[in-house]
């Protein structure tokens, strides 16, 4: 029988091997839900925010195994969902799908903010850009945004504008200050009923999402007059942007993203992160989402925290320049 020599391990090895070995048991046992996970929505059922967000509650269910729950909380524009938000328990179960309303131009638009938009929350990453357009219903005599705004000059105060987030409300407001135009501004406390009212005439136009309204874009009861990017989208490459249409300056990005409420631990935001990206980074992910209107993002936490910083003094800037009060 051969003989078997044992050979002395230094201590410096065995230093090393005893330390590695908390780092092994994070590595394979990293955080997943241990009870249904909600995703709350600061929009109504059939927004555009609600689509995808329903869109990932089915890709995680299928990479963790656990239930994933879209809860819509509108109203405010998307302040009830993060004062819910801000206060579900920091354990990775309780996180919300946030936008440029909640997260960048509703701190600007309220007197005195409910929540914090930047102390009372975990960026969680990035998730997507929206494609929005200034739409009008099929009744209106204006085949382009220059028609558009000649119709508004010849009656002043006459025609209007719906909203049904804070990148309508914005976006109306920034229409009537660039383009030298009065319209009344008709406020809704979500999308779907602004462009029920808008499609039956009720409403001259609303600047909307993709996903909202693409259906009723290709059926004609919609006309598009172009998108507010600054740059043309290749989800949408014959639509013009509003600033090269007429309206010089004009630009409004608006996005999604995920976030969770304050002090949720590392290894959870890493977790979180971690799945996120592996759903969303898919090429039928991104073919999924470009239906809905959506150029996917996908960013680390730390990235998102420093663009939603941006973000929300991006919007309070725009929010001043276009003349409207905080309420």
Do not use: C
Request: charged share 15%; net charge positive; hydrophobic share 45%.
């Amino acid at each position: 029988m051969p003989k078997i020599t044992h050979l002395p391990m230094s201590r410096r090895a065995l230093i090393g091997a005893a330390a590695a070995l908390p780092f092994a048991a994070r590595a394979q046992a990293a955080w997943k839900p241990s009870r249904p996970v909600t995703l709350i929505v600061p929009f109504a059922a059939g927004s555009g925010t609600d689509s995808v967000s329903r869109l990932l509650a089915t890709l995680l269910e299928q990479e963790w195994g656990s239930q994933v729950v879209v809860d819509n909380r509108p109203g405010a524009n998307g302040a009830i969902a993060a004062v819910a938000t801000a206060r579900a328990a920091p354990d990775g179960h309780t996180v919300m799908i946030t936008t440029n309303s909640p997260h960048g131009a509703t701190p600007a638009l309220m007197k005195r903010p409910t929540y914090d938009a930047i102390n009372d929350f975990t960026p969680i990453g990035r998730m997507g850009t929206y494609i929005f357009v200034l739409a009008v219903n099929d009744q209106v005599p204006a085949r382009n945004l220059q028609e558009f705004l000649a119709l508004a000059r010849a009656q002043p105060g006459k025609l209007t504008y719906a909203s049904g987030n804070t990148t309508g409300v914005v976006g109306g407001a920034m229409l009537t200050s660039i383009g030298n135009i009065q319209m009344e501004h008709v406020p809704y406390r979500s999308t779907p009923p602004a462009m029920t009212d808008v499609i039956s005439g009720r409403v001259t136009s609303i600047i909307v999402d993709v996903a909202a309204s693409r259906g009723f874009l290709q059926e004609g009861r919609l006309r598009s007059l172009g998108i507010t990017s600054a740059t043309r989208t290749p989800l949408l490459p014959n639509e013009p942007t509003l600033a090269e249409a007429g309206l010089p300056g004009f630009e409004l990005l608006s996005w999604m993203g995920a976030v969770g409420p304050a002090r949720v631990p590392a290894e959870i935001v890493s977790a979180w992160n971690a799945a996120l990206r592996k759903v969303w980074e898919r090429q039928e992910t991104a073919d999924r989402l470009a239906t809905f209107g959506i150029e996917r993002v996908t960013s680390t936490p730390e990235e998102f925290g420093a663009f939603i910083r941006s973000q929300i003094e991006t919007w309070a800037r725009q929010i001043k320049a276009a003349g409207i009060e905080p309420e």
